[in-house]
């Protein structure tokens, strides 16, 4: 299986700081999401990466932004946290073609804005 | 825009009873995937249905999809504890670089 971690596991931060979650993938897979997770809403996209400085906007990107410099690593920063922002995210990899398995997922990043 | 809808949110049952977890979706789709999430983990995935008909079985589970009537079914036989999770099913359609849509889950609590 493919090696994908997640940092920081939990953070609490304060109402209007910067903050950035970093996701990393060891198998060089060309796609990369950034999902948040929300009760009552199950997952929802907030941004996508198909390649090296290739990203985005999902269905919920305000707020965000991502980077991606290298294959490996896929960036999410909330430009100035809002409580609306508290939240599970997950990132995800996936190869292209996906015809036997679906994402692999990270272990996700607990992060409360107060 | 793609919308899934699963139904139940919220599923109790007996250990051995049997029991189907409903996923539609609104617009043609290339792949559905069905998703387990264990509580404060993370997702794994299940089964990926690329065609009408097609049907996936893994021990307890059998997903199976119409894309005709745009539906997948998880069916639950002879419920054990161990199934209890929350379900997802996800959906992609053609040339979304990926993209899956995900419906808002069920989750299943099976109670001896």
């Known amino acids: 299986d493919a090696g994908i971690t997640q940092s920081p596991r939990h953070k609490v931060t304060e109402t209007g700081t910067p903050v950035t979650l970093r996701c990393h993938q060891t198998?060089?897979?060309?796609?990369m999401y950034w999902y948040r997770q929300d009760p009552g809403h199950g997952l929802r996209l907030i941004h996508y990466?198909?390649?090296?400085?290739?990203?985005d906007k999902g269905e919920v990107s305000d707020g965000y932004s991502v980077s991606r410099s290298k294959t490996e690593d896929f960036l999410l920063t909330l430009e100035s946290a809002t409580s609306s922002q508290t939240s599970v995210y997950f990132c995800?990899?996936?190869?292209?073609?996906?015809?036997?398995?679906?994402?692999?997922f990270g272990s996700g990043t607990r992060l409360t804005v107060v | 825009e793609l919308k899934v809808e699963q139904n139940p949110l919220f599923l109790s049952m007996q250990e051995g009873k049997n029991y189907t977890i409903y996923c539609n979706y609104s617009t043609t789709s290339d792949r559905l995937y069905w998703y387990r999430q264990d509580p404060g983990k993370s997702l794994e995935s299940l089964f990926v249905l690329l065609s009408n008909g097609a049907v996936k079985q893994e021990g307890r589970l059998m997903a199976s999809l119409d894309t005709k009537a745009r539906l997948s079914t998880l069916h639950i036989t002879a419920a054990v504890h161990d199934l209890s999770a929350t379900y997802f099913c996800?959906?992609?359609?053609?040339?979304?670089?990926?993209?899956?849509?995900f419906g808002d889950g069920t989750t299943l609590t099976v109670k001896p």
């Open positions: 995800a990899i996936s190869t292209r073609a996906r015809n036997n398995y679906g994402y692999t």
């Open positions: 990466s198909y390649g090296v400085k290739d990203t």
């Open positions: 198998e060089n897979h060309r796609y």
């Open positions: 996800a959906v992609d359609i053609r040339d979304s670089a990926g993209k899956s849509t």
